[in-house]
């Protein structure tokens, strides 16, 4: 079975878009299609997700509930949205049965003077809408990093950061909350009625339910983009205005997106987003965990995949180090083949992977650290927040009993075109003892093991005196007995 | 007293969180609209040999591509220095200046036409930084100066004397809402232009003489910015000529809107300065003798360098007498986007320097820099005149010192500090204490004036217009809260107008931090107007024939006399309109006194001060330079305030905004001068995550502020400078590592590449 309408919630209104007769193409990101709908309340503030002003809310049914997740709306295409609920500012005012009542995060931004010019705060009060709806209330500083991806100039924040806890005090049923079983039943409908598929003359959009059809079309379309998570996609498409004529859309195939932990190997379906992935490993890889916390803002941790993020093969991302680190395979499929590879092996040079044009990397697992095992990372960015790493370093470290180093991993994200490990200084530091001495020593061989670049974020020098002194923290971090949060 | 909240909301917090807040880009653009779009330079200098645009119109949706010779009247976007061609004529000289116009039916046709124009450059030497410019002598105009006393004679005589330089980095405005405008042409050469705007009568002139037209043809509406910082006083007249430039040769209606990367290539940002001090200073610190060169990049055009320069120069003070005193500074022309208005105007830049040179001091002298500070603060009644020669009447730097100093456990913490850090070696924690003084008016004189239009309706309701703009400062707010208490009456039977050219002309900018002291003056005239003649009404009704109009009472929409008589405020107007009385009135303000002359370098330019103070405590990751902000006590003085809540949003906003100039906001270029960091992918901005952990914002108590509008006082910028408590605080971080021994090479912005030379510099004494 399969759809070729795509069909979603906006806010209370079932909207049906047959890309035959629209003027939109699939791929139309969701923060155009809405202005161009009059729904002038979500901003443009950078097209890039890098500021938050186009926050939206999307409601996806799971397990019979609906999950609130704020994302940024210049970086999902119009078609991802099939089967799930879109919300926007001019939808969090309940004014069904003619009321007119403002939502409470909207009253507290009012109450504590937290708007200036205004132009961030539907962004800001989307955000806040999201951590209403969540199941665990945060403290004040998780919830300063769940809203650090809604950048304001105005404020200076003190206000936005009353309102916020303020807003999430005294949390009730909204109306979202008495709709909710009608829009899940009838996304249901939706969802039963089989993947989407788009085939217009201008652009094919395909969102398959399960692997074996994510394969075929793979299969059958090799040129065409693969997206999962989308968020460094949409950014090209926003700022080339080039569109893809063919795109395979991962966000719905539910057999991916899935993290399990089997005999102490953690799995992670290629689907699985930022979000999810920080969330789990927080009890098992607390410092991974916090690593994560500083991924991006909350909205791209919702949306960005750990396959997505793998396959952009960045030197600067925050995840391929530390995957590097813990030794993580990825395996990679097609309807003829199965492989697997070592995340080393797959990543082949700057931006450049091991993948055919009809492969998927489908799953990606690495073994959780031993208990003779130090696992722990640490970045350096110009912002700590929304920022991605100048340098960074992950360490996997094996001592002995007697503290004698018996192996050391040390990857390094931004010295190079790709992750690169500090191969010379883990071979100084093997088989000796884990101390001050021999940590400061091995300085000079990190320093020398990379030429890095001098960027728009830093000068060639900062870096490599970081990364040098990433190592020193972590040596200090370790004798502490883990994080410096 | 008319029971109006001091406190009030912002006026359109409302339409805030709902969305329904209209900003340029959300304005119902009519049917016919077309999309305009700015072909800039490549080049940072370049001559332009031949331009190809034949491919480019042909692209489907494409109207026209406009050059230079599509201009009806004066290709000039600033009339008075003459240096900014609307569209290049036959040389570029920075990259991002306007070279075509292409419009179209869409933005995708607008877009591709853009990738199919072909020109052929000749490229020329760019110069791109100060020591460039200042190597070949490249001043903007010559070099300007302030002197006191014996400087050189002085200093020689001193028994300390320091030198240093200092490099102070640029900063992008990043207002949320990028710079935009849509111009609808009307019949008989009418155009109407919506911009953002902080200068709807410049976007007016500026328009009408690039069109040949008079300047009444043209009306310029603002009804709100999301976000202007001084980056939208002159530049968004350029949008706006470009837009209403299209619509005239289109005769269609036109919306320009910068993207981002375009808006931060394209606009003028702060000034970078270059400065060199030499200080003279005795064992109790006291200085005696202060020798400043300030140097700054204005980039390639004139903009408002001169006058940014200028007050730079009258804030090189910042807080302290120095008997001696010289500031001599330059504005240098580069390849750079011509460098604009940014909150504090040249003031942050000039007042730095002597903070900076105030920390070393304390340093070579081994004592605590908020003691010398104090030191050296202007006096109240001696000691109180500026190197320009104007007196500082009701100083409160002492007050805020004694106050803050006691209200934020300096001392106590300073030792805590100096404990913690004696303990950490890999993490140090830093402390400082820093003072703003901030002239309020335009030092260009003249433009200390302001009008305003208001009417009453017969059913009560009021409208007010005035020529300031709303940018999130809430200034339509407080003139809300001073014509619902002129007229004693709710706060909701106010409304402000959009700022329109047509109601209120000749218009200043609103800058300065002047917004509410001229346009609230303005209306708090307009309404003792009014207010006069609903008093001359009462007077005829029963009951009040035998008042006098002091006793008349305007209070909760009810006028009074103190027999008993009343009549509901409403009642009273519908009377006033039968009587064939106007409701409706102009009124004017301008502030008298101010002068300046720049010759002799003395003069009052200022009609007041601002003052304010903050400490702040940060922690230094050494390895990592990661800083943390741990704690900001700051005591401003807002005068006697008129809206509180909005004054400390004011103060909060201005001061991470000041965090962001001096910590991690860093602006770097290739040597082709090229901007590197032109998306917030690269340009960092604060977080809500940066702000202080601790976070105590106070304003200063009983603290009236005679002769201003509701004995208030500005508030916009002064408190912008009290973020160099962090920047010092990070400073005294990094000193910490030589045990304070060390004076480190230290620059603006302390982000993670100058944080880590700087603690290297610190380590390899």
Known sequence: MENSKLQFFLGDKLKVIDFEKSAYLPSTTVLNYIRAEGFKGTKEGCAEGDCGACTVVIGTPESGKMIYQAVNSCLIFLASLHGKQLIVIENLMDSSAGKNHLHPVQQALITHHASQCGFCTPGIAMSLFAQYKAAAKPDTNTLKLQLSGNLCRCTGYESVQKAAIASLQHVQPDHFSESEADVIGALALVSQAGSLRINTLKQKYFLPLNLEEALQLRADYPAAKTINGNTDNAIRQNKTFVYDSVIIDLSAVTALNGITETENTIEIGASCSIEKMRLFLKDRIPLFSQLLAHFASAQIRNLATVGGSICTASPIGDLLPALVALNARVELQSIYDYRVLSLEEFIVGYRKIDLSPDELLTRILFPVPAANQLFSCVKASVRKQLDISTASLAMLLQKDTTNLVEKIVLAYGGMAATVKRAGSAEAFLTGKYWTKENSENCIPLICSSFEPISDARAEAGARTRLAGNLFLRLFYQSLEGGSHE | ?765
């Open chain 2, 1 to 765: 007293m008319n029971n109006v909240d001091p406190n009030l909301i912002h006026e359109s917090a409302y339409s805030h969180v709902t969305g329904q807040a209209v900003y340029v880009a959300d304005i119902p653009f009519s049917a016919n609209t077309l999309t305009g779009l700015v072909y800039t330079s490549p080049h940072a200098h370049a001559r332009i040999l031949s331009i190809d645009i034949k491919e480019a119109l042909a692209v489907e949706g494409v109207v026209d591509i406009i050059d230079y010779r599509a201009i009806p009247g004066h290709n000039q976007l600033n009339p008075l220095a003459g240096d900014e061609p609307c569209l290049a004529v036959d040389t570029v000289h920075c990259i991002g200046q306007a070279v075509l116009l292409v419009v179209a039916e869409n933005e995708l046709a607008a877009r591709t036409a853009v990738r199919k124009i072909k020109i052929d450059y000749d490229v020329l030497p760019a110069v791109i930084t100060i020591e460039n410019a200042m190597s070949q002598g490249l001043r903007l105009a010559p070099a300007r100066s302030i002197e006191r006393g014996n400087v050189e004679q002085e200093l020689a005589k001193c028994t300390h004397q320091i030198n240093g330089t200092l490099r102070i980095g640029g900063q992008e405005h990043w207002y949320l809402e990028t710079q935009s405008a849509y111009c609808v042409p009307g019949e008989d050469n009418e155009m109407k232009v919506f911009a953002s705007s902080q200068n709807p009568s410049e976007v007016q002139s500026v328009v009408a003489e690039l069109l040949g037209i008079e300047t009444h043809k043209v009306e310029c509406e603002v009804k709100r910015m999301g976000g202007g910082f001084g980056g939208k006083e002159t530049q968004a007249a350029h949008i706006a000529a470009w837009a209403a430039l299209m619509a005239k040769v289109t005769g269609r209606p036109v919306k320009l809107i910068f993207n981002r990367d375009e808006d931060q290539l394209f606009t003028g940002k702060r000034h970078p300065f270059l400065a060199s001090y030499k200080a003279g200073f005795g064992n109790d610190g006291r200085l005696q003798a202060y020798d400043v060169e300030l140097h700054g990049n204005a980039g390639c055009a004139t903009d408002l360098s001169m006058a940014i320069l200028e007050r730079a120069l009258f804030h090189a003070d910042n807080a302290y007498f120095v008997p001696h005193f010289r500031v001599i500074g330059t504005m240098w022309r580069t390849n750079l986007p011509s460098n604009t208005a940014f909150r504090g105007f040249g003031g942050p830049q000039g007042a730095v320097v002597i903070e900076h040179t105030i920390d070393q001091i304390a340093r070579f002298l081994k004592k605590d820099a908020a003691e010398i500070r104090k030191i050296n603060f202007y006096g109240a009644d001696v000691l109180n005149e500026t190197h320009f020669g104007q007196l500082i009447h009701s100083n409160k730097l002492q007050r805020l010192w004694d106050e803050l100093y006691s209200s934020s456990s300096y001392e106590q913490r300073r030792g805590e500090i100096n404990d913690f850090n004696r303990t950490n070696t890999v993490v140090k924690r830093g402390m400082a204490l820093t003072p703003v003084k901030f002239g309020i008016s335009f030092t260009t004189s003249f433009l200390n004036q302001a009008g305003a239009l208001v009417h009453i309706y017969k059913d009560g309701s009021v409208l007010v217009n005035h020529g300031g703009t709303e940018m999130g400062q809430g200034l339509h707010t407080k003139i809300i809260q001073i014509a619902a208490n002129g007229l004693g009456i709710p706060a909701d039977w106010v409304k402000v107008s959009a700022t329109n050219t047509s109601k209120v002309p000749n218009t200043s900018p609103t800058a300065a931090s002047s917004g509410t002291d001229l346009n609230g003056m303005a209306v708090s005239n307009a309404i003792e107007i009014l207010k006069q003649r609903l008093i001359d009404v009462a007077k005829q009704l029963p009951g009040f024939a035998l008042s006098i109009d002091d006793e008349i009472t305007f209070s909760d929409g009810w006028v009074k006399n103190s027999s008993g008589a009343a009549i509901d405020f409403r009642t009273l107007a519908e009377q006033a309109w039968m009587k064939q009385i106007s409701l409706s009135t102009t009124a004017y303000y301008a502030t008298k006194g101010l002068h300046f002359d720049k010759q002799a370098g003395k003069g009052h330019p200022f009609h007041y001060f601002a003052f304010g103070m903050a400490v702040s405590e940060v922690e230094l990751d050494v390895l990592t330079a990661e800083v943390r902000l741990l704690r900001t006590d700051i005591l401003h003085d807002a005068g006697k305030s008129i809206n509180p809540a909005i004054d400390k949003g004011q103060v909060a906003g201005a001061f991470m905004q000041g965090v962001g100039w001096c910590t991690m906001e860093t602006l770097r270029y290739s040597s082709e001068g090229k901007l590197l960091n032109k998306s917030p992918d690269t340009y960092k901005i604060p977080t809500i995550a940066d702000i202080p952990a601790d976070y105590r914002i106070n304003l200063l108590s009983d603290a009236p502020n005679p002769d201003v509008v509701k004995q208030s006082k500005a508030v916009g910028e002064p408190p912008f400078l009290l973020a160099f408590s962090v920047w010092l605080a990070i400073k005294d971080a990094v000193s910490a590592v030589g045990n304070h021994l060390v004076e480190p090479d230290f620059h603006l912005p302390a982000n993670q590449t100058q944080i880590l030379k700087s603690i290297d510099s610190v380590i390899n004494q």
